[in-house]
């Protein structure tokens, strides 16, 4: 799968809403997963919307595309997992993705 394909499925696994539900048996919600808005500052503004442990392989994704890897990503990843926004702005920047909790 290229990297567009796998962020296209990645936003579509998203879906529209700021969360998800993993559903167990009989239907009942298990827990609740957050969804980020990252967008892509140096090719045309690029928008997804992807669960915490996404960010990670969509950021890598687009780096890839141009040919760059940066142990920062994970950084990033790690921080806006566990809401260090001071450090997920700072790398972002580094890393020029725009990084939000999806509305």
Do not use: K
């Amino acid at each position: 799968m290229n990297a567009a394909a796998f962020i296209a499925a990645a936003d579509r696994s998203a879906g529209a809403g700021w969360s998800l539900f993993r559903v167990g048996q009989r239907g009942q919600r298990l827990a609740q997963t957050r969804i980020y808005e990252i967008t892509d500052r140096l090719q045309d503004g690029r928008t997804v919307r992807v669960p915490g442990n996404q960010i990670l392989h969509t950021v890598s994704a687009w780096l890839g595309e141009l040919g760059v890897d940066s142990p920062l990503v994970g950084d990033l990843a790690c921080a806006v997992r566990s809401g260090d926004w001071p450090v997920a702005y700072s790398l972002g920047e580094r890393l020029s993705v725009d990084i939000t909790v999806a509305v």
